[in-house]
């Protein structure tokens, strides 16, 4: 199929050499002499796959044509033409989003080559947008898998949940996939078409909170060369889901509460409030009830945060969830690592007796490195011994006669420990605090403790 390109220029004698040079080089050319005209098409055809427009005509600004372009389709590629003296407009106008500019007097083949990269660039985007919405697809039909009657139960409530617009609290153990019901209550809701937005609120540092959540306008502090909306207005139309709630420190707690209540937000050093439509969802592996009653998160924000609630239950719960899941993950992983693989049934009854304290991550990363190590086209039990080796209890510590340091005994196991879990996780600290149940802000400052204390080499 022939590439789209809408032409705009108030010159005729340019327009109609572009569009003949277009053409004979196989595009499709729709021609405009303004920005008015240009406009109009815009808003009643379907998207371009690039425009081509001068800078400056006498009815607007090729801007104009460039924002419209950016509304109707993010992916459709705008090249600037443009004399000399208006070049710092066509650079700025790239970092509002065009693809490049091209300067007169111009070369033919030098416009053609960057038009054939704006284009490819186009038919990328278009192809990642269909995959993202088969992946999407995929979620909402199988995202939570199991058979047991603690996900029939999730599940129906899930439906009933995902029609509201109201807040939802969701509790669970790490790795259980909190977020994942997240995703399900977005995709299976009538906010499905806008944004769903994820932020780990144990990740961010504080000093960044406000502005990470509410925006920020240019100037507010030191380095905000730029005003940004903030995740909240990203997400607007759609769902925000704050993952790990329960470490967002008390001052911002307060600022989250009003945003609620008031369904709005005030960006850092904004002058107003501006209004939001977003549904919030939260997740925490923490007792929040506990948190309200030492003191550590308000009680107010927990009501409005928790108006439902959705539990995630630990794989050792629904066990007989195991088999499913393993095989689902297996074709998942088999597939990305270009394989067929199958389980033997020894193999998975070894799965379904293991603990799996780190729940539905712990299992995945098992059969991830299992797919990756085996050498067969089925999984074995001795594929899975070395993980299983390494991922055992260890034995019950004794007291020697002559007694030990409790303190340095402690603190040597907390620090295998820490190193395991970054290897389990190849070093992603999140996962891995998530794996030792506690929050990422713990888990880098015991990190940096452990560091500390570490005896410098001598020279």
């Known amino acids: 199929m022939r590439a789209r390109i809408l032409l705009v220029d108030d010159e005729p004698s340019l327009r109609e050499m572009l569009g003949i040079l277009l053409e004979r080089n196989g595009y499709d050319v729709t021609s405009d002499p303004g920005v008015k005209a240009a406009l109009a098409r815009l808003e009643d055809e379907p998207p371009f796959d690039a425009v081509v427009t001068d800078l400056l005509m006498p009815d607007g600004s090729g801007m104009d044509v460039l924002t419209a372009t950016r509304t109707r389709d993010d992916s459709t590629q705008v090249l600037m033409i443009t004399a000399y003296a208006t070049t710092e407009q066509a650079v700025e106008a790239m970092r509002k989003g065009a693809y490049d500019y091209v300067q007169k007097p111009f070369k033919n083949d030098a416009l053609l080559a960057t038009l054939e990269k704006a284009v490819e660039k186009r038919r990328i985007l278009a192809e990642n947008r269909t995959l993202r919405a088969e992946v999407d697809g995929k979620l909402r039909d199988g995202d939570l898998v199991g058979r047991s009657q603690a996900m029939r139960d999730l599940r129906t409530y899930l439906e009933r949940a995902a029609r509201t617009r109201s807040s939802v609290l969701i509790t669970g153990e790490s790795g259980t996939g909190k977020e994942l019901v997240a995703r399900a209550l977005h995709y299976r809701g009538p906010r499905a078409a806008h944004p769903f937005v994820v932020v780990n609120c144990g990740a961010l540092p504080e000093a960044l909170m406000e502005s990470e959540l509410f925006g920020h306008e240019r100037g507010a502090f030191t380095g905000a060369v730029r005003s940004e909306p903030g995740l909240f207005r990203a997400a607007a139309g759609g769902t925000l889901l704050l993952d790990e709630v329960g470490e967002l420190p008390p001052g911002l707690q ?72 393993a095989e689902h993950l ?93 290897e389990r996780t190849s070093g992603v ?31």
């Not at 960006?267 to 929040?288: C, S």
């Not at 991830?368 to 011994?385: C, I, K, N, P, Y």
């Open 254 to 325: 307060v600022k989250l509460l009003r945003a609620l209540q008031e369904r709005a937000v005030r960006p850092v050093g904004g002058p107003k409030e501006e209004p939001v439509d977003v549904r919030v969802i939260a997740a925490t592996n923490r007792d929040l009830e506990q948190a309200v009653k030492a003191g550590e998160f308000r009680e107010d924000l927990f009501y409005r945060l928790n108006v439902l609630r959705i539990h995630v239950p630990p794989l050792r719960e629904r066990r007989e969830d195991i088999p499913l899941l």
């Open 429 to 459: 600290q999140t996962h891995a605090a998530e794996l030792l149940g506690m929050s990422f802000r713990q888990f880098r400052y015991r990190l940096a403790k452990h560091a500390a204390e570490e005896p410098e080499p001598d020279d």
């Open 330 to 422: 297996l074709s998942k992983h088999a597939v990305l690592a270009g394989r067929q693989v199958s389980l033997t049934a020894e193999a998975r009854t070894a799965l379904t007796r293991r603990a799996f304290p780190g729940n539905v991550r712990e299992l995945e990363n098992v059969i991830e490195r299992a797919v990756a190590l085996s050498l067969g086209e089925e999984l074995t039990l001795q594929d899975f011994e070395p993980i299983q080796a390494a991922a055992a209890a260890p034995a019950a510590e004794e007291l020697p006669a002559d007694g030990l340091d409790l303190e340095a005994h402690l603190a040597a196991i907390e620090a295998r420990l820490l190193a395991a879990a970054l």
